[in-house]
Nanobody, 123 residues
Framework: VQLQAYGGGLVQAGGSLRLSCAVS????????MGWFRQAPGKEREFVAT????????YYADSVKGRFTISRDSAKNTVYLQMNSLNAEDTAVYYC?????????????????WGHGTLVTVSS
């Protein structure tokens, strides 16, 4: 399974970005998908996860109400729409795929990872 995340960039505080993660190699619908992020000098942290069918989502408190995770089975892609961005959202964002399912908040529960995409929010 290969994951390719893209869509990061520089945005002003209060702005929006949409990250995408294209999945190839296995059946996309077999995997629960998640987004994590890692800010400079900090540990990788959970951002959001979406079930295999897309019917269930879960968010970190820090992004709830501002970020939306979604998936498109026709395109084998998972998205992270990020609104009302602030400087604390600056980080490298990673997408991940898990063979198991549930409220997967821990990075170690995910089996496959893509290379990150950098999001920089200027204040």
């Amino acid at each position: 399974v290969q994951l390719q995340a893209y869509g990061g960039g520089l945005v002003q505080a209060g702005g929006s970005l949409r990250l995408s993660c294209a999945v190839s190699g296995r059946t996309f619908s077999s995997y629960q998908m998640g987004w994590f992020r890692q800010a400079p000098g900090k540990e990788r942290e959970f951002v959001a996860t979406i079930s295999r069918t897309g019917g269930s989502t879960y968010y970190a408190d820090s992004v709830k109400g501002r970020f939306t995770i979604s998936r498109d089975s026709a395109k084998n892609t998972v998205y992270l729409q990020m609104n009302s961005l602030n400087a604390e959202d600056t980080a490298v964002y990673y997408c991940a795929a898990a063979s198991r399912f549930g409220t997967l908040l821990v990075a170690g529960l995910y089996d496959y990872w893509g290379h990150g995409t950098l999001v920089t929010v200027s204040s």
